[in-house]
Antibody
Framework: QVQLQESGPGLVKPSETLSLTCTVS????????WSWIRQPPGKGPEWIGY???????DYNPSLKSRVTISVDTSKSQISLNLRSVTAADTAVYYC?????????WGQGTLVTVSS | EVVLTQSPGTLSLSPGERATLSCRAS???????LAWYQQKPGQAPRLLIY???SRASGIPDRFSGSGSGTDFTLTVSRLEPEDLAVYYC?????????FGQGTKLQIK
């Protein structure tokens, strides 16, 4: 069964860029869509966006001006960059396989935005 | 943006009982793009139901989904203690994809 693992800094300063990587265990990155979803502490999930198997992306308009999702097939990794972060971006960040539905999820990584 | 409103906020039932969770959309959603997720404490969400009524791999048949248009339902028959979780509906028919605020299922 495919496993996803998010990695990156757990603490980011306000106005800086949050950068996370999701590594796919079995290398099966091609041919699938990949999503990023976040969940602020004590709240419900929020869809950030996805990238499909042709490299096309769709982002949540609330984040669109600050977010980039990309894929590195040679490393079996999906990346998330979120620029100019504020405390409101503090959340557990998940990567997941699938665009419309997310059949497989990583365990999530908590990112705190604080000086 | 499609707003999903889930009810009730909290549901407290005994093992063996039947749970009915509701998800109402602010506009009509294609049944092909309505999903339900289960999130246990400290874990990532897990896909239960997609396309309104199709169970994801490994999901017991105690979980079933139904609905159309703006009203969708997740039913858990014969509750078990392990069903303690928050359940979210999600629509992926219209971007941005959105989640409901969740229903917390407590087992007495």
């Amino acid at each position: 069964q495919v496993q996803l693992q998010e990695s990156g800094p757990g603490l980011v300063k306000p106005s800086e860029t949050l950068s996370l990587t999701c590594t796919v265990s079995d290398g099966s990155i091609s041919g699938y869509s990949w999503s990023w979803i976040r969940q602020p502490p004590g709240k419900g999930p929020e869809w950030i966006g996805y990238i499909n198997d042709r490299g096309n992306t769709d982002y949540n308009p609330s984040l669109k001006s600050r977010v980039t999702i990309s894929v590195d097939t040679s490393k079996s990794q999906i990346s998330l960059n979120l620029r100019s972060v504020t405390a409101a971006d503090t959340a557990v960040y998940y990567c997941a396989r699938g665009g419309f539905y997310n059949f497989y999820w990583g365990q999530g990584t908590l990112v705190t935005v604080s000086s | 943006e499609v707003v999903l409103t889930q009810s009730p906020g909290t549901l407290s039932l005994s093992p063996g009982e039947r749970a009915t969770l509701s998800c109402r959309a602010s506009q009509s959603v294609s049944a092909n793009y309505l999903a339900w997720y289960q999130q246990k404490p400290g874990q990532a969400p897990r896909l239960l139901i997609y396309g309104t009524s199709s169970r994801a791999s490994g999901i017991p048949d105690r979980f079933s989904g139904s609905g159309s248009g703006t009203d969708f339902t997740l039913t858990v028959s014969r509750l078990e203690p392990e069903d303690l979780a928050v359940y979210y509906c999600q629509q992926s028919a219209v971007s941005p994809y959105t989640f409901g605020q969740g229903t917390k299922l407590q087992i007495k």
